[in-house]
Nanobody, 125 residues
Framework: QVQLVESGGGLVQPGGSLRLSCLTS????????VGWFRQGPGKEREFVAA????????YYADSVKGRFSISRDRDNSAVHLQMDSLKPEDTAVYSC??????????????????WGQGTQVTVSS
């Protein structure tokens, strides 16, 4: 089992920044990637960003490229999502996920086994 705990959500004005963190614990040897997903009001859960440390590759949704960046601590104990130039449409519950997705599933919900509880991000003036 792997446990994931998110932190860092909150209320921010348009154009502002937030940094989300996902702390990982447990049998982390079972995973090789961590992703961030979000679910806005009345919307389906969607992929935001992911890091696959087996290949050192980063993945981003088109809607956040150039504004969000994902990083990890050297010991893989935490993965962070830096969110800049936030827009009202970024408002959502953000969840981190972990697992062993393959290239074709790393941007999909089904690619991940473990999920955090989520943290609310609200972008509003």
């Amino acid at each position: 089992q792997v446990q994931l705990v998110e932190s860092g959500g909150g209320l921010v004005q348009p154009g502002g920044s937030l940094r989300l963190s996902c702390l990982t614990s447990g049998h982390t040897g079972e995973i090789n990637a961590v992703g961030w997903f979000r679910q806005g009001p009345g919307k389906e859960r969607e992929f935001v960003a992911a890091f696959r440390w087996a290949t050192g590759r980063f993945y981003y949704a088109d809607s956040v490229k150039g504004r969000f960046s994902i990083s990890r601590d050297r010991d893989n104990s935490a993965v962070h999502l830096q969110m800049d130039s936030l827009k009202p449409e970024d408002t959502a519950v953000y969840s981190c996920a972990a697992g062993r997705p393959i290239v074709s599933t790393i941007q999909t919900v089904r690619g991940y086994t473990y999920w955090g509880q989520g943290t609310q991000v609200t972008v509003s003036s």
